[in-house]
């Protein structure tokens, strides 16, 4: 998990504890959203991703606009809650793509291409930030 931590953090431009956060954010909304064995694949082929999932907590069910919406799209929000709570971290639109894409390309790389395509193929919106 350092040297994907670490990666993230020079590639997005953050500190390294924001970077973990950030990656057990995307983690735990993948095992909420995500199908369930190639999550499971996934966070197997990252040593310690359990634990930055565990840090990164629950997420908060907002209210007003964002609220109502995540609860008209099934109760979680799917990838617009994903946003909501990397921006309450502290990062950007465009920081949240590079973020995307360096974990996935990461996780292709641990997991593998399949693992990783049947992800994103199972979460709608996931496909425009890797």
């Known amino acids: 998990m350092d040297e994907l931590v670490t990666l993230i953090g020079e590639k997005v431009g953050i500190d ?3 970077a973990r956060r950030a990656v057990g954010i995307v983690l735990a909304f993948l095992q909420r959203e995500g199908p369930e064995t190639e999550v499971n694949a996934l966070v ?3 040593p310690g991703a359990d ?3 565990a840090e990164a907590g629950t997420p908060s069910q907002g ?3 964002m609220g109502a919406l ?3 799209m099934g109760g979680s929000g ?3 809650a994903l946003g909501s709570e990397l921006t309450a971290a502290g990062l950007s639109m465009g920081q949240m793509q590079t973020l995307g894409q360096e974990l996935f390309a990461y996780g292709r790389e641990k997991a593998g291409e399949d ?3 049947a ?3 199972e979460i709608p919106g996931l496909s425009q930030f890797v």
């Open 78 to 80: 799917g990838i617009m």
């Open 115 to 117: 693992v990783m395509g």
């Open 63 to 65: 209210g007003g606009l």
């Open 70 to 72: 995540g609860s008209l």
């Open 44 to 46: 197997a082929a990252l």
């Open 119 to 121: 992800i994103i193929g």
């Open 51 to 53: 634990q930055a999932i």
């Open 16 to 18: 390294t504890a924001l």
